[in-house]
């Protein structure tokens, strides 16, 4: 069953807070099917993993295609607590993402908004539905209550 897109962003939010918890930029990520069941989850841990490409988006398509068994995430759609940066929405291209529903923009990295619009380019062979600001104010908190405390 479809849920609304603050329901799975808050699970994305479940995500970020453990990437928090462990120390690491809170960022969260969940991979939803079509058919509305969460097939991956991920948070930031590229500290813990020793892995420049542990971001949460990486990790939550990694495990989706673990678990449906294929690389190609046609007709899913990703929740990340904060726009993605270049590497994240490459990696959404090859997966074929449906929708990337996000939740903060980010000014300095952000590659769907913010800095560039990196997946409505006119060369690649898979477009991808974007909604921006779900739930913005608590993702902007965390990351803010995150580096205030690293400071």
């Known amino acids: 069953m479809l849920r609304s897109d ?13 990437a928090f918890a462990a120390g690491e930029v809170p960022v969260g990520a969940v991979v ?10 991920g948070h930031n841990a590229p500290l813990a993993s020793c892995d420049p ?13 673990q678990r449906l068994g294929n690389y190609r ?23 074929r993402i449906a929708r990337l529903v996000y939740g903060a923009a980010e000014p300095r990295t ?3 908004e913010s800095k560039a619009n990196l997946l409505a380019q006119p060369w690649f062979n898979h477009q991808i539905e974007i909604t921006g600001g779900v739930l913005a104010a608590p993702a902007k908190r965390l990351l803010k209550q ?5 400071r």
Not at 32 to 41: I, K, L
Not at 53 to 65: D, F, I, T
Not at 73 to 95: I, K, R
Not at 146 to 150: D, L, N, R, Y
């Open 32 to 41: 939803v099917d079509a058919h509305g069941e969460v097939v991956g989850a």
């Open 146 to 150: 995150f580096f205030a405390e690293k």
């Open 110 to 112: 952000g590659m769907v």
């Open 73 to 95: 995430l046609e007709g899913c759609t990703l929740f990340v607590t904060l726009e993605p940066c270049m590497m994240c929405a490459g990696t959404m291209v090859h997966a």
């Open 53 to 65: 490409s542990g971001h949460a988006e990486v990790r939550a398509l990694r495990e989706a295609g």
């Open 6 to 18: 603050e329901f799975y962003m808050h699970r994305a939010m479940d995500q970020a807070h453990l």
